[in-house]
């Protein structure tokens, strides 16, 4: 009798909890991952796809899932160690296969240009784009959007004629850095 | 509010925090008047000399302009136009150095100055106290005034408030050592600047209106206090020399003991503050309708024998003004095109705390420019020495007590160093005001405000790269979103058409049996007469026999042969059109008969003829395609050359319709040609696989009529004319479905071929699959 009531008692409370889990399950449904957007909002959003997912989203995707967190090569250093400060994890080095073109002279942004002379209008360049910053049509000569360029580098490998290369983003009063070996400060003596 | 009055009367005044007390350098330049200096060859005027946007170019290279003139017009509010400061020649518009620390290039004005002086039709307005607000307003505007203390904010702007103002605050305190641009300016114009006020008054409608002086500028306070002698409403405020009293919001806390909250505007205060220099721009364009054009520009330094104030049109080279003054430098033998070695000497824009090098001695001058600066070695030896002093910081903490703004300034060195922005914009790096006073303290000779400089503009670039990194997020997501509903879009179609292709075919098969059972009962009909022939007359000899067995063990170097007797009858056909008559035509008939009996032995002469017509008419169709194009050429040959080698037996008839399909096909292709290279591809196939057909039928039935002629060419010739009959049939419904469906076309083949009982198929066909 007494093993009965112990398990019916049990019984109850088993049954109280699953319920109660069940309703919290559908109560405080979660949408989606949030730790994916929050990696999201770290990665440059270039859409350049080199760290072999197709854009920024499905590369946080794979990082919230366990993939390494250090092949954004536009993000570089910085991203890493942001990624690593979110995610709790250790900041590694910026993966080999990932790594900027150190043989470039300089790694400064650019943006891809059209040498419109040469343009062919095959559309191929507007395809490759993750951004929509080439506009054109068919057998029309195409032009690039500098304002939404993200310089990923995707359209430059599709265009048949090699007519886009990659130019870095003329300074300007607006982008202009400040340089402390330039400017000394005057002092009066 | 009254306390706050009663207070400056009695000159009382509150403190900022921090300052500090530079050697003032003032008296180089105090005592000279403003020099009038005659006009230069040429000025340079920047597009864009202010805070805001540029304005958009009246005039174009080659322009005549007058002084005066405006040469932008502002298409944004926060743009101002420039004008024309003398008369001449607009002679380029091109990228020039302008004075930024930058050293940048940007879209210049150039005018080559003509001497002349010219004014453009000026009113002058006797009463500015009947203009209405809004008059005065679009006056400032059209004039392009922008602040003439520094920043360059557009004064219609800070002027066009409905907000209730309690203080207009005009600032003289001009408290940077080394400048007596404004200071001048007070002991010269005090009458034109306080006109100048009583506009704003008129315009603002302040409760008080209070001048900030700073007390080591006596002659200036003597002129503005005989200015405003009969102003109640003006009040001089003579405070203390301390640098930097001529801040905004120093001199808002000094005068009222206001303090304006990080990231909020005096206006929302009730305070508006204009400098003294503007003051006076605003009296010239309002009564005497003289836009902004000139501005008094102190050239100080020991590198200069007469340093002075001078007045200087905009767009003069500083290097003219240098000359005018008695630069002591060599390199200088033209006065309006020396260039110097950059930052040797150095020659600083702006004033000794806050300025910065130019590097190129053709910058102009433009409405901020309020001081040019050529120090002696001894005088500034920093300004000469590029490489930095720079020490260890000692955490002394002087930095912080001269701090006008009352940051850190010391953690926000490490912070700055360490590039943590976030740190940074919790320090309230944007409050700092570049005053250069913790630089100036500093004992570690750390170039402090430097680092705040860069960490300022690396944080605002930071901020545009947020701005567009959100910007190809929400492209990238939107283009995703795109691409699936496209996807969709095309998939749904997929199997539409599919569905489509599938009701097409299963109505085709029905069709196709039809043509089949026609070719079929045509085939049986042949057979039956074949029988028919071989029971009547058994004599069919083995002779005959074994030719028939020749022409078939011919038949796998079938492909070879016939291209040989093109060939030939190309050849034969150029003869004909040569020769009209003549033994030549006798060899030729010999040939074709030789041929013919080649493979057919038992033909007529009535067939050689029908041949030689064939191959005239081929060459012909050949002639036309010709004009078509090359690759047709080669198409047209094998077609040609198909037809008369596969038919050479039968009738014209069937000849004609073969013909005809071939031109139908022709003109198709011609068709598509207009359409598109791509579309030529599948033209040709297309082109081909109607050849294939119409061939292959005909050849398909030749083979029996090949054995058929052997033994009887009357019953031949009527079993010819019925094939033909069905050839045709088939040929048509075969056409029909090819206009159904091009997918068709290739189930359609496969559909005919069963019936090709040659073994050496045409290429196309093979092409096909």
Not at chain 1, 155 to 175: F, G, K, L, Y
Not at chain 2, 228 to 240: A, E, F, Q, W
Not at chain 2, 408 to 417: D, I, M
Not at chain 2, 593 to 611: G, L, Y
């Amino acid at each position: 009798m007494n093993i009965l009531i112990a398990i019916l008692v049990l019984g109850i409370i088993a049954a109280l909890f699953g319920a109660l889990l069940g309703y919290a399950s559908v109560r405080f449904h979660v949408e989606g991952d949030p730790i994916v957007e929050q990696l999201d909002a770290l990665l440059p959003q270039t859409q350049c796809g080199q760290c072999g997912y197709p854009g920024c989203k499905p590369y946080a995707d794979a990082v919230a899932n366990g993939e390494a967190i250090n092949k954004c090569a536009p993000g570089g250093e910085d991203t890493i160690k942001k990624i690593a400060d979110l995610l709790g994890v250790d900041v590694q080095p910026i993966d080999e296969n990932h790594e900027k073109d150190k043989n470039e002279t300089n790694n400064l942004p650019k943006v891809a240009f059209i040498i419109e002379e040469d343009c062919i209008g095959c559309t191929k360049c507007i395809q490759a784009c993750p951004v929509d910053a080439i506009l054109g049509a068919a057998k029309q000569m195409h032009t690039i959007l500098i304002e939404e360029c993200t310089g990923c580098d995707l359209c430059v490998a599709p265009c048949p004629v090699d007519c886009i290369e990659m130019r870095p983003i003329p300074e300007t009063i607006q982008n202009w850095q400040w340089d402390l070996n330039k400017i000394a400060v005057k002092q009066v003596g | 509010m009254t306390s706050i009055i009663e207070r400056i009367r009695k000159n009382k005044f509150w403190h900022f925090h921090g300052g500090i007390h530079p050697p003032e350098q003032k008296q180089l330049t105090t005592n000279n008047p403003i020099k009038h200096i005659p006009l230069p060859k040429q000025l340079i005027l920047p597009l864009q000399q202010h805070i805001g946007h540029q304005g958009d170019l009246l005039v174009e290279v080659g322009d005549k302009v007058l002084k005066g003139q405006a040469l932008t017009q502002s298409s944004s509010p926060m743009a101002v136009p420039i004008h024309a400061p003398t008369s001449g020649v607009v002679s380029a518009i091109k990228k020039s150095v302008i004075a930024h620390p930058s050293g940048l290039s940007e879209l210049c004005l150039f005018i080559d100055v003509d001497g002349k002086d010219a004014w453009r039709q000026r009113k002058t307005c006797q009463d500015y106290t009947q203009l209405s607000h809004q008059e005065i307003i679009k006056s400032i505007a059209d004039a392009g005034i922008a602040g003439m203390g520094g920043a360059g904010f557009p004064t219609h702007i800070k002027v066009s408030t409905k907000s209730e103002i309690d203080f207009l605050i005009i600032n003289a305190a001009e408290c940077e050592p080394y400048i007596t641009a404004d200071d001048l300016l007070m002991q010269e114009q005090s009458e034109a600047i306080v006109d100048g006020i009583k506009i704003l008054d008129q315009v603002l409608k302040p409760t008080f209106i209070l001048i900030g002086i700073e007390n080591n500028k006596p002659q200036a306070i003597t002129a503005l206090q005989k200015a405003t002698k009969n102003i109640d409403k003006i009040n001089i405020c003579v405070l203390p020399t301390k640098y930097p009293t001529g801040g905004e919001k120093q001199l808002i806390k000094i005068l009222t003991g206001k303090e304006i909250n990080s990231g909020s505007l005096p206006i929302q205060s009730g305070i508006v503050v204009q400098n003294v220099a503007t003051c006076f721009a605003i009296s010239d364009a309002i009564i005497h309708d003289i836009p902004l054009i000139k501005r008094v520009v102190t050239l100080t330094g020991q590198a200069l024998t007469n340093p002075q104030n001078l007045w200087a049109l905009l767009g003069t080279p500083v290097s003219y003004l240098l000359a005018q003054t008695g630069f002591i430098d060599e390199t200088i033998d033209n006065p309006t095109i020396a260039t110097l070695p950059a930052a040797n000497p150095p020659v600083i824009m702006g004033g000794p705390m806050m300025g910065y090098s130019i590097s190129n001695e053709l910058v102009p001058i433009v409405k901020t420019s309020n001081c040019i600066l050529a120090p002696s070695k001894v005088e500034m030896p920093s300004a000469f020495d590029n490489n930095s002093n720079e020490m260890e910081c000692i955490r002394c903490g002087q930095c912080s007590d001269v701090c006008p703004s009352q940051l850190l300034p010391q953690e926000l060195q490490w912070s700055a160093k360490a590039k943590d922005h976030q740190q940074l914009t919790k320090l309230n790096l944007f409050d700092c005001i570049d005053c250069g006073a913790c630089a100036y303290v500093c004992p570690s000779q750390i170039p402090l405000v430097q680092y705040y400089r860069i960490a300022k503009a690396e944080i605002r670039q930071q901020q545009q790269l947020d701005i567009k990194a959100d910007k190809a997020k929400t492209r990238f997501e939107a283009r995703k979103l795109r691409l699936e509903k496209e996807k969709t879009v095309r998939e749904e179609k997929h199997k539409k058409a599919a569905a489509a292709r599938k009701a097409a075919m299963s109505k085709k098969n029905a069709a196709g049996e039809t043509a089949n059972s026609a070719v079929a009962a045509a085939l049986a009909r042949v057979k039956a007469k074949k029988e028919q022939n071989k029971a009547t007359e058994s004599q069919v000899s083995s002779h005959q026999e074994k030719n028939d067995k020749n022409s078939e063990s011919q038949i796998p170097s079938g492909d070879e042969k016939s291209q040989v007797k093109a060939a030939i009858a190309r050849a034969k056909a150029k003869r004909l059109a040569k020769n009209d008559a003549g033994n030549k035509e006798i060899d030729e008939s010999h040939v074709a008969s030789s041929e013919e009996i080649d493979d057919e032995p038992a033909n007529t002469s009535e067939k050689k003829s029908q041949v030689k017509a064939a191959i005239a008419r081929a060459k012909a169709k050949r002639l036309a395609k010709n004009d078509a194009g090359n690759k047709e050429i080669d198409e047209s040959h094998v077609s040609s050359s198909e037809e008369i080698d596969d038919e050479p037996a039968n009738t014209s008839e069937k000849k004609s319709q073969v013909k005809a399909a071939i031109a139908r096909a022709k003109a198709k292709r011609l068709a598509k040609n207009d359409v598109g290279n791509k579309e030529i591809d599948e033209s040709h196939v297309a082109n081909d696989e109607q050849n294939n057909m119409a061939k292959n039928e005909p050849s398909a039935i030749y083979n029996e009529q090949a054995q058929k002629e052997n033994t009887l060419d009357n019953a031949a010739i009527d079993k010819k004319i019925r094939i033909a009959a069905a050839v045709a049939k088939a040929k048509a419904k075969v056409k029909a479905k090819k206009q159904q469906n091009k997918l068709a076309v290739t189930d359609n083949e496969e559909q005919v071929q069963p019936n090709d009982s040659r073994p050496d198929n045409p290429k196309p066909n093979s092409e096909i699959k």
